[in-house]
């Protein structure tokens, strides 16, 4: 399993921008897909952005379309989230996590198929 270390989250206003960064090391990161998820209190886990293990695609949930980014920088073994436009609905947990498969040819959207997860970081949007 790969080890993943998020940061970058915190308090910002409805309206405002946060990036999260997610450095990863223990295994070839360039051979799994990464990718983002979050849990609001109260609730399941869910998908929020991935991108492939060589960054030729990315998928978004629905809710964030237009407003997040995910990208990879495979030379710095780390991922990006750039979630502009932050709702009060954004405020969740947010985790990175890596794919167990290697060069999976598509992003997954499922949690199960994510084999290694970061701590998490806390992300609040104030209304």
């Known amino acids: 399993q790969a080890q993943l270390v998020e940061s970058g989250g915190g308090l910002v206003q409805a309206g405002g921008s946060l990036g999260l960064s997610c450095a990863a090391s223990?295994?070839?990161?360039?051979?799994?897909?990464m990718g983002w998820f979050r849990q609001a209190p109260g609730k399941g886990r869910e998908f929020v952005a991935g991108?492939?293990?060589?960054?030729?695609?990315?998928e978004y949930a629905d809710s964030v379309k237009g407003r997040f980014t995910i990208s990879r920088d495979n030379a710095k073994n780390t991922v990006y989230l750039q979630m502009n436009s932050l709702k009060p609905e954004d405020t969740a947990v947010y985790y990175c996590a890596q794919d167990q498969t290697p060069y999976r040819p598509f992003v997954s959207f499922k949690s199960n198929d994510f084999g290694s997860w970061g701590q998490g970081t806390q992300v609040t949007v104030s209304s």
């Open positions: 223990g295994r070839t990161f360039s051979s799994y897909t």
């Open positions: 991108i492939k293990y060589n960054g030729a695609r990315t």
